[in-house]
């Protein structure tokens, strides 16, 4: 199978620290990753593209400096949430995708609550 | 503009019975495809089933079956003998494969209640 990793799975954090979410891809190379945010009773929204190697492509109205994409490694995407605010609090879930195959798997995402 | 379109916000269903699920999708991609995922409570998102756009055939996986027509842009997902673990959120998603670099677009969701 294809399994995707997400840590933390829940966090909680004061207004204006920042938050590093990890997505690892532990049984494939994703050379591309996509990050996700989800608000309670509303569907998935694509923020961005990480590309292994090169910077993110954010989605319209993303703002890149508060949801900084860092694609390090094959197997590794980390989203940071700088400078946090309540409004940020919502549920981040990632997704990679295994070369010639249809299927995208996703994390199991993670709880961001901030205070 | 709406890319993906699920009519349907609350859909109840008895137990044994079937269900359809309506998916419309708006795309000039001449090829694309389409995903079905359920999330339940846990928030997880789990693959059910994919239908690409030049495939002849719907695509079926276990009580899952895909009904694709592809003039009317419709992808609705069928659920038969549903059972009390299939209620859950469910999304249809596409994926347009020339213009879209394989990002992965969703719809609003059906909330699916099965009663038993």
């Known amino acids: 199978g294809a399994v995707v990793s997400q840590h933390p799975s829940r966090v909680i954090c004061k207004s204006g620290t920042s938050v590093k979410i990890e997505c690892r891809s532990l049984?494939?190379?994703?050379?591309?990753m996509f990050w996700y945010r989800q608000f309670p009773k509303q569907s998935l929204m694509l923020m961005a593209t990480?590309?292994?190697?090169?910077?993110?492509?954010?989605e319209q109205g993303v703002e890149k400096d508060k949801f900084l994409i860092n694609h390090a490694s094959l197997t590794l995407s980390t989203l940071t949430v700088t400078s946090a605010h309540p409004e940020d609090s919502s549920f981040y879930i990632c997704?990679?995708?295994?070369?010639?195959?249809?299927?995208?798997?996703f994390g199991p995402g993670t709880r961001l609550t901030v205070t | 503009a709406q890319k993906i379109t699920q009519t349907q916000p609350g859909m109840f269903v008895q137990e044994k019975e079937a269900v359809t699920l309506d998916c419309t999708y708006d795309?000039?991609?001449?090829?694309?495809?389409l995903f079905w995922y359920k999330q339940p409570s846990s928030g997880e998102m789990i693959f059910l089933i994919y239908?690409?756009?030049?495939?002849?055939q719907n695509a079926t996986e276990g009580r899952y079956s895909l009904n694709f027509q592809k003039a009317r842009k419709s992808a609705n997902l069928v659920i038969s003998a549903s059972q009390l673990g299939d209620s859950a959120m469910y999304f249809c998603?596409?994926?347009?494969?020339?213009?879209?670099?394989?990002?992965?677009?969703f719809g609003p969701g059906t909330s699916l209640s099965v009663i038993p």
């Open positions: 997704s990679a995708r295994k070369t010639d195959v249809d299927e995208q798997y």
């Open positions: 998603a596409m994926r347009e494969e020339e213009t879209s670099y394989d990002k992965v677009i």
């Open positions: 239908q690409g756009s030049y495939d002849q």
């Open positions: 049984d494939f190379q994703a050379t591309t």
């Open positions: 990480s590309n292994e190697g090169s910077k993110a492509t954010y």
């Open positions: 795309t000039s991609d001449p090829s694309y495809g």
